[in-house]
């Protein structure tokens, strides 16, 4: 079997970013695929499932209530080796077309106060499984890496060759 695309990107080189993961045709529209790595692949601890689980419900909640890119969010999710997370949205776009979207939505998960939402038995299946606070530390350290995107001397928009 042929290695899919996401397991030919150098995760030793990998350093947290926001990337371009892959563009599909469905129909007439591009859904464009953004792999948004929070850390250092093999370097650094992965998140643990309780912070994702609370990123991905914050996030989720932010990014369909948007008013530019709610009607163009498809997904937002985890990925399995706990580096970072997945984007899916519609339309044929770079990373540093979403990088202002990505700086909104981690200040958004950073100063988040409250009731997670749908933390509930009723809208969750797992709703005990949250951590707000370490959500929120996160967040504060990938905004730093955004807010510095340029600063670096490797591209973060851009996979490693």
Do not use: W
Request: aromatic content about 10%.
């Amino acid at each position: 079997m042929e290695k899919i695309a996401s397991f030919t990107i150098d995760h030793i080189r990998l350093q947290p970013g926001v990337y371009v993961s892959r563009k599909d045709q469905v129909g007439d529209q591009v859904i464009t695929t953004f792999d948004l790595r929070m850390t250092s692949p093999n370097e650094e601890p992965v998140m643990n499932a309780a912070e994702m689980h609370t990123i991905e419900h914050l996030a989720a909640t932010f990014l369909r209530n948007h008013k530019e890119y709610g009607s163009r969010t498809i997904y937002f999710g985890p990925m399995g080796c706990r580096t970072g997370f997945y984007l899916l949205l519609a339309g044929n776009l770079a990373s540093r077309e979403i990088l202002p979207l990505m700086v909104e939505l981690f200040a958004f998960i950073r100063d988040f106060e409250g009731e997670v939402p749908g933390a509930s038995a009723r809208d969750c299946g797992n709703y005990l499984d949250m951590n707000l606070g370490m959500a929120k530390y996160l967040a504060a350290r990938y905004l730093k890496v955004l807010e510095q995107i340029d600063s670096y001397p490797e591209s973060r928009l851009e996979y490693p060759q």
